[in-house]
C-alpha cells in the first residue's frame, strides 16, 4: 500500500492510491483493529480509531494482524458509484418514496390516459416527490424499483381498464384487465433504467363509455412506491 501511495509516476496513479486508501479508512473503521475482530474476516483491511494507519487481517495465531501503512491522509469522501456523485441521494436511505390516494377520484374520463392523484405521502428519503403534482422525480440516473397498486370501482362488466407507469411523458409499462365485476385491484411492478431529473407517474384509463370509474383512495388500496436499485 506504501508502494501505492508514494511509487509510480503516472498522471493521477497517486491521487487514485489516495482515494482507495480514503475509501477503506472511512467505511472500515474499528476501535482496536487487532483485538476486537468482530465482523471481518481474514484479508479484510481495515482502519483504527484514529484514523492514521491501516491493518491488514491475517486470521493467524498470535498476532492477526500487520500493520501495512501509517499515514495522515484521511478525509471524508461522497459516496460514489460507477462515477455517479449520489450527493444526498444515499442509495440504502435517501433514493426512494411512496405516495398514495387520500379520498376517492372520479374524474377518469373514457379513452384518456389521467394522473393518479397519489396526494398524500407514507414516506419521501430524499424528497423526490410532489404531492401537488404527483410526480416523482429522479434524483440520480440508475436502476427504479417501481411498485404500484390501484383498486377501481363502479367499473362496467365486459368494459376495458388500464393502469400504467409514466416515465418522462411516455408509458413503460401497463396493465390491461377486462371487468368481471364493478371492483377491481390490480398491481403494476417492474424496474426500469432511468436517466437523472425525469418524471414518473401512475396512470389510469378505461373505454367505459358512461365514465362511470372511480378509483378507491386509502394507502392500502392505491398507491407507488419507487426505490432505486442501483446505479
Request: proline share 3%; glycine share 8%; with cysteine.
Amino acid at each position: 500500500m506504501a508502494d501505492l501511495i508514494e511509487g509510480f509516476d503516472s498522471e493521477g496513479y497517486e491521487d487514485w492510491c489516495e482515494d482507495v486508501y480514503n475509501f477503506i479508512k472511512n467505511h472500515a473503521r474499528m476501535s482496536d483493529p487487532c483485538t476486537n475482530l468482530s465482523g471481518i474476516q481474514p484479508g479484510m483491511i481495515v482502519s483504527d480509531s484514529d484514523d492514521d494507519k491501516l491493518y491488514h487481517y491475517t486470521g493467524a495465531s498470535g498476532e492477526p494482524c500487520e500493520e501495512i501503512l501509517q499515514a495522515t491522509l484521511s478525509y471524508d469522501l461522497t459516496p460514489l458509484f460507477a462515477s455517479v456523485d449520489l450527493g444526498e441521494n444515499n442509495i440504502t436511505t435517501l433514493s426512494r418514496a411512496r405516495a398514495y390516494l387520500v379520498g376517492s377520484q372520479d374524474d377518469i374520463v373514457n379513452g384518456a390516459y389521467r394522473d393518479v392523484q397519489l396526494n398524500a405521502e407514507t414516506y419521501d428519503s430524499g424528497n423526490n416527490f410532489n404531492i401537488v403534482t404527483y410526480t416523482f422525480t429522479t434524483p440520480v440516473p440508475g436502476w427504479y424499483h417501481i411498485d404500484a397498486a390501484i383498486q377501481m370501482h363502479d367499473c362496467v362488466v365486459g368494459q376495458t381498464y388500464y393502469g400504467a407507469v409514466e416515465y418522462d411523458g411516455g408509458i413503460v409499462f401497463e396493465k390491461i384487465l377486462v371487468a368481471a365485476t364493478t371492483w377491481h385491484h390490480f398491481n403494476i411492478s417492474d424496474k426500469i433504467y432511468c436517466a437523472a431529473a425525469k418524471t414518473i407517474k401512475l396512470q389510469v384509463k378505461h373505454t367505459d363509455v358512461g365514465d362511470t370509474l372511480d378509483i378507491t383512495g386509502g394507502s392500502p388500496y392505491t398507491y407507488m412506491s419507487i426505490h432505486l436499485l442501483s446505479i
